[in-house]
């Protein structure tokens, strides 16, 4: 059991990389869909993705139905296909500063709403230690994202079971305000939009900027 080691904990889509990874996984399926000639799953993607796109549905239903319906289809081989593409859209500066904490000694904990079908691998090719993310839709099992209040429900309970403190959060979006909010050292904002900057302002929370 570790004794009071510290961890820093990074968010994924536009913070250790710079794009939407779900977005890029539609895409990535649908492209594979039609090489494929499946194209019952490109029709079931399209169908979620304009229903989300009228406002019919929300984003955690449409993230819900798609991750369902393309759980058979994504294959380990296709997985890692799509993570190596995700990859290439590190932000260097962010990698880099995790280097810096790893070495550290800092336990590198991963923490996204992204899936954990792709996440899982992801965060080994990153040299994370762990991950805390969405899990994949399961039948009569209420299915619950990993964002906002629960991502830091999760993300802390996973950092209580090992012992370990929370001392520094690495994030873009003020969606991460939950954990912003939490007792730590330090909060480091990656390029973060003016609607982010105030509101954190406005609740009085301390960060700093890295760009």
Known sequence: ?????KAVVVDLDGTLVQTNTFKDYIIFVAKEAVLNVK??????????V???KF??????TMKYWILRNTQSFMTESRLRNFISQIENKRNVAVVELCRDFRQAGYFMLLSTAAPESYVRLLYLDFQFDDYCASPLP???VVWKENVREQK???TLNLLREKNIILDV???DHYDDLPLLKE????NILVSPTVKTINKLSQLDINYEILE
Do not use: E
């Not at 059991?1 to 080691?5: G, R, Y």
């Not at 019952?40 to 399209?46: F, G, S, W, Y």
């Not at 406002?55 to 955690?60: D, E, G």
């Not at 007792?183 to 330090?186: E, G």
């Open 1 to 5: 059991m570790m004794q009071n080691k």
């Open 39 to 48: 194209p019952h799953v490109a029709i079931i993607l399209l169908v979620w």
């Open 50 to 52: 304009l229903c989300r």
């Open 55 to 60: 406002r019919l549905i929300s984003h955690k």
């Open 138 to 140: 399961q039948r009569r």
């Open 152 to 154: 830091r429900n999760n």
């Open 169 to 171: 959060m690495i994030t």
């Open 183 to 186: 007792k730590k050292k330090r």
